[in-house]
């Protein structure tokens, strides 16, 4: 996963990507996905370019990028922490939680440290209201979670 490219090997590397489907409507989500995949988010060239191959507006892919959590306009960090502000985990502290990353990584939801190692999200619901508060990094889950885990969490990856 690649976060700084030039537009025009964007352009060149989305191409490549496109040439694997036909113009059809139904695949941009998994031409969304594929570019997910290969840059950590959606660069605006590369949106740039699936609107002219399927010959869908610009409005039309932001929406769905913005409509499906899975997909982003922006980078990540290297490490993705993803605080559940679900109602179980809210109700069990989860903003204390997002407030401690928020203090310990001096950013707020939605971005990057200026090594491009951390970022935080906060998200509506990871599907584990069972061991709520819950918060991931990248793709592991930690649930009955505390401040005190967050911070020896934060300070593992911190040494990788």
């Known amino acids: 996963m690649e976060q700084k490219c030039t537009d025009k090997r964007i352009k060149e590397e989305t191409k490549a990507i496109l040439e ?11 031409i969304l996905n594929d570019i997910q995949e290969k840059y950590g988010y959606i660069p ?3 949106q740039l370019e699936i609107s002219e191959y399927l010959s869908i507006p610009m409005a039309e892919i ?30 069990k502290g989860s903003q204390k939680l997002l407030d ?13 440290t200026p090594d491009g190692k951390f970022s935080i999200d906060d998200v509506r619901c990871v ?5 709520a508060p819950v918060f ?4 592991e889950v930690y649930g009955n979670a505390t401040v005190k885990q967050l911070d020896t969490i934060i300070d593992q990856y911190m040494d990788q």
Do not use: H
């Open 20 to 30: 694997i489907y036909t113009q059809e409507k139904d695949n941009l989500i998994t």
């Open 44 to 46: 605006k060239q590369a």
């Open 62 to 91: 932001y929406g769905v990028i913005t409509f499906y959590s899975r997909f982003t306009l922006a980078p990540k960090g290297k490490y993705n922490i993803s605080i559940c502000l679900g109602t179980a985990c809210y109700v």
């Open 100 to 112: 401690r990353a928020k203090e310990r990584l001096q950013i707020e939801p939605g971005e990057v």
């Open 127 to 131: 599907g584990a209201c069972g061991l």
């Open 136 to 139: 991931m990094v990248n793709d």
